[in-house]
């Protein structure tokens, strides 16, 4: 147990690259920054490789399948004998799996910032906040207890706010970086009051006392309710709604893509890869919990998940901006993960949507940021975000235009890449729980594919636009990074993850599901199909069609107004009818009790400075005044 | 009596071997390399202090005159530590030309007071704790009128030891009527005789007032501004923390093993000290603008906090006090190195001459910032522990009352703190403390501080060890 130790590295050498970095970044050309991130985070990578390789196929494996080992923890506060706050470190599958995911992305996006972001003003800074997001975000995998897992998830807030809003000069990064703090935190606060709920209930953070299969802490709950609501709902629910915010569940996905206002290699770390799947990670690390205590938030789940895939693959279908369509679709996928969790049951083959989720997870990792990363490789050519500049890539960008098509191919689901796989699984479990949602997810299957395949053909094929230079293919720092994770995409298919990362860490035996998975590969290649008719060669046909579907194409669009909603709801009527009297009372009545405190504060302060008079004989004075003072007080309390 | 016994007056002798060896190498050295002193005086306190922590033997000496425990052991390796700060921040000053023949003096001196601070700590009788008070006392006078060309620093020295010399004379009649009335000065033996006939009550009360004199409680606190202003900065710092932090330890010792049968008469003393300490002293530190009678207001109100954790009487209560003594060394050193850095950079004493210091010298501005917010208690860095620690020590006591006068003194405290950094970042300054750069011994001894400010905070597992040691030394 004690030979994981080391994984502590893994953590520590981020947040000292940040330290470093975020220091003395300024004192040394920016390029240094660069390479102690990269180089850092080239050791946290391996060392995490190393730890899923020894722990997958080392011996971690009993009888009761893989344990969950705490190599390393300290009690940081002790309130009293329950209330322990500790920092720590828990590997088990999912956590051992979510530690490749963010370093390997992590590590690929350092690379390839290299090359992104060489020249632009505050380089040095870009690295120092790439390593905090790093450490934060592990930080928050390899949490043993939930108190730890939400400090690192406010952590991984502020540094997406940091990310987000990396170029501050702009107005738009700006709005978008606060919207997206805003948004989530709002979410938080339904995490925290779960959190303080659920501890309350238990008397515990631990998640290993939380998840222990048959344990007795819930005893308590289940007189407890509120509104008719049992209390373990409403703690799974306010926890969920937390992951909902991070994971952009509908209601809460209008920051994602505006999100998109960062520099793209962060889109592709934080809101493609690795912290918007948190709310997935939250809700699989409190599986059992919620599959057992609180089946009705997992019931829950299940619909925001199914909704949400079915919402944004309608919508981004109608978007122009590459880094958008790519956004919506991470939406997508994120609903699929979530559903996924939602129609699981537990244990061996009934565990099956748990295990897909996570494999999902892992895949769309890899390929999403392929293509996030691949889209910045475009912009860097073009030097625009809109599909409407580009055409023709394909001659001038051979690289990114072959790792694109796999990735796109991956996302639509053709076999034998690794999308195919994971998807596979999501709807085998969606069809075994619930025939309404697997519907759903047939259907977002071919939206998938046809809006993937739209960028693509828009992109790679069609006419040459009128470019400012002849594009050119990315330089070596970012191309590797794009081949790397093209490999990934294509073999990460074949890990047997129903052996390795499974609800209740025994592993089972799954085999192809040739009734639900034809028809699904059918439908992709229709996707796709419709797309080569549409936009293969530019036509009218498309512009014709978004005109016949009129009123409904421009809500789509307009993202079905939900912006504009929430902004009505915030401006027109919190402000003018909540915040504003709120203003008035703290303006008038607790500033001026304020104000009158500091001014009285002050007259005093006047009126006494003659005690301090600087002759010796009157501190005499006071001294022997003093004296008599307390023992005339002493008389008193005597009596 | 076995001599090997010694041993457990190993941080005692140590420095006195140290006193002497510094002695002697100023008779040794020539005029000219008088300043080699310094390096050496340097060197050989840092082994001392690196001695101090080996862990050795605890037990009584002298039929239980001198004891020593794991807690008194641990409370003289702070007193070491701060020590080390203010010798290695006093460096860049005792290197001017104007100090050049006193150099061993200050060494000198200063060790004689932190020989009878260790005594006074380990006492286990009042005539070594007297003996230990009246050592740690009179050596500073001679300090505090270091620079005695200087008229402040000889009007410093004159006031502190008359002052001191009345708080004694009443402290040791207090002394003596306890005497009178238990007849014995051991602590342990009277522990158990005190009761609450005049005698014994009239004799606590001059022994809290005396002790109210060192620690520098309203209304005993009068002549801590002046001196403070007076002496030299690094004097001050010493003063403000060293002979501060000694003198709540063995307050806090005797109050909680001679006087505990007493604890609910001293209780309310020590709480209408506490108000009016925190309370006066705040009020006087928002109207300074010299910055060491700043700090001085801010020292006496960090005093009236320190009561909270001893009207908190138990285990929880003694670990609160040393816990924050150990925070407000380095918070408050760290403070009072920039302000030493400024001084012997520039002369610069004036809060106002801090306009624009951000501009000119940002990680010493920083490193301020950083020792205020600590000082002001705002998380996270260890500021925020002590207070919190403090604060729990009163309220598991009930005293809720208190806590929130001590909730709001820190708000107005956080007010005139934060009037310094807005001075160092905000206001606008013509002429800004040009750029300098910090001797190397004042970078090491700032860079300690810092690390201290932020290890603290976060090591819980020091928290841990002295609250087992506390409980080892009250049981």
């Keep these: 147990m004690a030979g994981y130790t080391y994984t502590v590295f893994i953590l520590i050498i981020p947040l000292v690259v940040f330290l470093i970095t975020g220091l003395l970044g300024m004192k040394w050309k920016p390029i240094v920054s660069g390479i102690i991130g990269t180089i850092g985070l080239g050791i946290s990578f391996t060392l995490s490789i190393i730890t899923a390789i020894t722990y997958f196929w080392g011996g971690s494996h009993g009888a009761e399948g893989f344990h969950a080992i705490i190599p390393f923890e300290l009690t940081w506060l002790k309130f009293t004998e329950t209330l322990i706050i500790k920092m720590g470190i828990l590997l088990d599958p999912i956590s051992v799996m979510m530690l490749v995911v963010v370093t390997t992305i992590s590590f690929m996006v350092h690379i390839y910032s290299l090359g992104y972001m060489k020249g632009e003003v505050g380089f040095a800074r870009f690295y120092s906040f790439l390593s905090l997001f790093t450490f934060s975000m592990l930080g928050l995998v390899i949490a043993p207890n939930i108190f730890q897992m939400y400090i690192f998830w406010e952590l991984v807030g502020v540094s997406s706010f940091l990310l987000i809003g990396f170029y501050y000069t702009k107005p738009s990064a700006v709005a978008a970086s606060k919207k997206a703090f805003i948004v989530t935190r709002f979410a938080d606060l339904g995490f925290l009051i779960g959190i303080l709920i659920l501890s309350f209930i238990t008397g515990t953070f631990d998640f290993a006392k939380l998840t222990e299969p048959g344990t007795a802490i819930f005893a308590s709950a289940a007189s407890m309710s509120f509104m008719g609501i049992s209390a373990m709902t409403w703690a799974m629910t306010l926890i969920f709604i937390g992951g909902a915010g991070k994971s952009a569940m509908f209601p809460f996905h209008i920051w994602l893509p505006d999100a998109m206002e960062g520099p793209t290699p962060v889109s592709a770390l934080i809101h493609a890869a690795t912290m918007v799947v948190a709310g997935v990670f939250l809700v699989a690390r409190m599986f059992t919990v919620i599959h057992f205590q609180a089946p009705d938030a997992q019931e829950i789940i299940a619909y925001v998940g199914g909704f949400t895939s079915l919402f944004a693959a309608i919508i981004a279908i109608t978007q122009y901006d590459i880094k958008r369509v790519l956004a919506f679709s991470t939406l997508s996928q994120l609903g699929y993960m979530m559903l996924s969790l939602g129609v699981s049951g537990y244990g061996g083959e009934e565990g099956l949507g748990f295990m897909a989720s996570m494999f999902h997870l892992f895949t769309h990792a890899m390929f999403k940021a392929l293509l996030f990363l691949g889209a910045g490789s475009i912009i860097h050519a073009v030097h625009s975000n809109y599909m409407y500049d580009m055409g023709g890539l394909r001659k001038y960008m051979p690289i990114t235009h072959i790792t694109f098509l796999i990735a796109c191919l991956t996302i639509a689901g053709v076999p034998p890449l690794s999308g195919f796989f994971s998807k596979d699984e999501i709807l085998v479990a969606a069809y075994n729980h619930n025939k309404l949602l697997f519907a759903v997810e047939y259907i977002v299957a071919g939206l998938t594919a046809f809006y993937m395949f739209r960028l693509y053909f828009s992109v790679f094929w069609g006419k040459d636009r009128h470019y400012h230079h002849t594009p050119h293919e990315s330089p070596l720092t970012m191309s590797i990074p794009l081949m790397f994770l093209a490999v990934a995409s294509i073999f990460a298919g074949f890990l047997p993850f129903h052996h390795l990362v499974t609800s209740d860490k025994l592993g089972f035996v799954t085999e192809m599901h040739y009734a639900i998975a034809i028809p699904s590969v059918l439908i992709g290649l229709f996707g796709i199909a419709m797309a080569w008719i549409l936009y293969k060669k530019e036509s009218g046909v498309p512009a014709k069609m978004a005109k016949s579907w009129g009123i409904l194409y421009t809500a789509t669009y307009n993202k079905f107004y939900f912006d504009e909603i929430y902004l009505f709801v915030t401006k027109k009527i919190i402000f003018n009818y909540i915040s504003r009297p709120i203003a008035w009372f703290d303006r008038h009545i607790i500033d001026g009790f304020m104000v009158g405190i500091g001014m009285t504060t002050e007259r005093i302060s006047y009126r006494i400075k003659g005690m301090q008079s600087g002759q010796l004989q009157h501190y005499a004075f006071m001294f022997v005044a003093g004296t008599l003072a307390l023992t005339l007080s002493m008389l008193y309390f005597l009596m | ?475």
């Design chain 2, 1 to 475: 009596m076995d001599l090997g016994q010694f041993i457990l007056m190993r941080h005692e002798l140590l420095l006195t071997i140290a006193a002497l060896a510094i002695l002697v190498a100023e008779i040794f050295t020539s005029e000219k390399n008088k300043s080699g002193i310094i390096t050496f005086a340097l060197g050989l306190f840092a082994l001392v202090t690196v001695v101090g922590f080996i862990p050795g033997e605890t037990g009584n000496l002298f039929g239980g005159s001198f004891q020593s425990s794991q807690l008194t052991t641990f409370m003289k390796n702070i007193l070491n530590l701060a020590v080390l700060i203010v010798f290695l921040q006093a460096e860049g000053w005792l290197r001017k030309p104007e100090n050049a023949d006193k150099i061993s003096e200050y060494f000198i001196l200063t060790l004689a007071t932190l020989i009878g601070m260790n005594f006074m700590v380990s006492a286990g009788d009042f005539l070594i704790f007297y003996i230990g008070l009246e050592t740690a006392t009179i050596p500073i006078a001679g300090l505090a009128a270091f620079d005695k060309m200087k008229s402040k620093s000889a009007e410093a020295g004159i006031k502190l030891i008359l002052s001191s010399a009345l708080s004694s004379g009443i402290l040791l009649f207090g002394l003596s009527m306890l005497y009178g009335a238990t007849g014995t000065i051991y602590f342990a033996d009277m522990a158990g005789l005190i009761s609450k006939d005049a005698m014994t009550l009239l004799g606590f009360i001059f022994f809290v007032s005396g002790m109210g004199f060192k620690i520098s409680l309203v209304p005993f606190h009068f002549w801590t501004a002046d001196v403070y202003e007076g002496a030299p900065i690094n004097v001050t710092s010493y003063l403000s923390v060293v002979s501060k932090g000694a003198a709540a330890f063995i307050f806090t010792i005797i109050l909680f093993t001679v006087f505990k049968n007493i604890v609910e008469l001293w209780q309310p003393m020590i709480y209408t000290l506490a108000v009016f300490t925190m309370t006066l002293a705040n009020l006087f530190a928002l109207r300074q603008n010299n910055i060491k009678r700043f700090l001085a207001f801010s020292s006496i109100a960090q005093a009236g906090f320190i009561l909270l954790g001893i009207i908190g009487f138990g285990e929880l209560g003694l670990t609160s006090v040393v816990y924050f003594v150990l925070v407000y060394v380095f918070t408050n050193l760290g403070a009072f190195g920039v302000v030493a850095a400024v001084h012997n950079a520039s002369g610069v004493e004036t809060i106002s001459g801090y306009n624009g210091l951000y501009k000119t010298n940002p990680m010493l501005s920083l490193l301020m910032t950083l020792s205020l917010f600590s000082l002001a208690g705002i998380p996270p860095v260890a500021g925020f522990f002590g207070k919190f620690f403090l604060f729990t020590a009163a309220a598991s006591k009930g005293y809720y009352l208190l806590v929130l006068i001590a909730v709001l003194n820190a708000t107005i405290s956080l007010y005139y703190y934060l009037l310094v950094i807005k001075a160092m970042f905000i206001a606008k300054n013509e002429e800004p403390v040009a750029w300098f750069r910090s001797t190397l011994a004042m970078r090491i001894s700032l860079i300690m501080c810092v690390a201290g400010v932020f290890i603290i905070g976060f090591a819980s597992g020091i928290f841990e060890y002295i609250r087992s040691i506390s409980q080892l030394f009250l049981n």
